[in-house]
């Protein structure tokens, strides 16, 4: 007799190249079998020579990149598949003042930034982001990642008995933080704000703590959040606003305050988020909020209050990066990542299902998630490494290619991206009609 747990193992037998996440989610029984067949499957794909996952890199995230397959296999390819987009991570001075930090500090904080984690350094870099955002009287709290900033913001922000509405393609620390607070969570469609506003007339009377999530510029699909009707709302309703700038933090805006810049929306949001691990190049995150929220913040916050503090060697690469991201250099590198995006776009546009993106976080559309394995098996044969998404960081059957675009690519580089993918639609049958 077969049983429903031996038919499903055939199953990812016989389609181990169709994978998609939930393939594996199925088992609840005693033995963590689920985990064993996950466990066969990527030993599977490493013998085929199909698995292009977790390929181990030799050397720093420039523009091409060295990288070791799981199957041992070495490849050179063009980087499109990192968000160092204005090439921080591996600029001498960023590295020259991590250096620096790390001779006098030592490696670790050895402790939680509310009990001894604090150092000189954490302060000057709180201190250097108030200034850079040009908001003296506000307050700034440090983690460790940019999802725990995030998730302990809104953890602690939010209560049970309160609400929560977020854009239905909000990031998954958002979705998290949202969940862990025991509020009431709503989605609104995609940047809709008709949709934001009938469930704002809904959940705002004006007893109930009412918080709405956005992004600056959208992880999952690379547009911008539509932040100035979102600020509108939230005011008309008595609702508090986040914006996670994870993508857009020192990218966007004349000084690289963001999105929020870019639409004249600073002053006036509630919780800006902001990621370490993207334009500045590091590690960590922040948040940027009213003096009293962010004291609130930095005991109430679980995932804060007790994990170590930020690590004094990246705090210092972060201090030169933020830096540098306001001295001409960073506005020149910021005009280039626009400049290389807009000639990427304009390569492909027509040509492939762009969805909605238009920014720096470049997206193309093929669909099917059963076809994620051998299409980036193929891509990176062909030179070129991207950062591919399917379902949970994406809808379901809305798979897509996702390239990160920096200021240190060259005109070439894009070029020679842009035929790899059109190739490669050609083959997988995504070209645009
Ligand atoms: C929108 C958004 N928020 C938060 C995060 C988490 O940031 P980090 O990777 O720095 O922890 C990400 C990560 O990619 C993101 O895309």
Known sequence: MITQEDSHVQHVKAYFKEYTYDMFMMNVTPEPEEMILFSNWVDTLNNECINSFEAVRTSAQTTEVDLVRQNGETLHLLNFSSYNYLGFSYHPEVIRAAQDAVAKFGLGASSSPVISGTYGIHRALEDKLLEFFGMPDRGISLFSSGYAV???????????????????????????????????????????????????????????????????????????????????????????????????????????????????????VDLYVMTFSKGFGGIGGALLARKEISRYINYYAKCRMFSCALDPAVTGGMLKALELAASEEGKIRRRRVQENADYFLQLLKGKVNLGVSNSWVL???????????????????????????????????????????????????????????????????????
Do not use: W
């Open 150 to 268: 995030n998730l302990g913001v809104i953890q602690a922000f939010a209560k049970p008995g309160n609400c929560i509405v977020l854009d239905s393609n909000a990031h998954m620390s958002i979705l998290e933080g949202a969940k862990l607070s025991g509020a009431k969570v709503k989605y609104f469609r995609h940047n809709d704000m008709e949709h934001l506003e009938k469930i704002l007339e809904e959940v705002c009377d004006g007893y109930t703590r009412v918080l709405v999530g956005v992004e600056g510029v959208y992880s999952g699909d690379g547009d911008y959040g539509n932040l100035k009707e979102t600020v509108q709302l939230a005011k008309k309703y008595g609702a508090y606003t986040l914006v996670d700038e994870a993508h857009s933090v020192l990218v966007a805006g004349e000084n690289g305050r963001g999105v929020c810049e870019m639409y004249g929306v600073l002053d006036e």
């Open 363 to 433: 997206t193309v559309i093929y669909g099917n998630d059963k076809n994620t394995l051998d299409l980036n098996n193929y891509l990176q044969r062909k030179g070129l490494d991207t950062s591919i998404m399917q379902f949970p960081a994406v809808p379901k059957n809305e798979a897509r290619i996702r390239m990160f675009v920096t200021s240190e690519h060259t005109r070439e580089q894009i070029e020679k991206a842009a035929a790899i993918l059109l190739e490669a639609a050609e083959q997988f049958n995504f070209l645009s009609n």
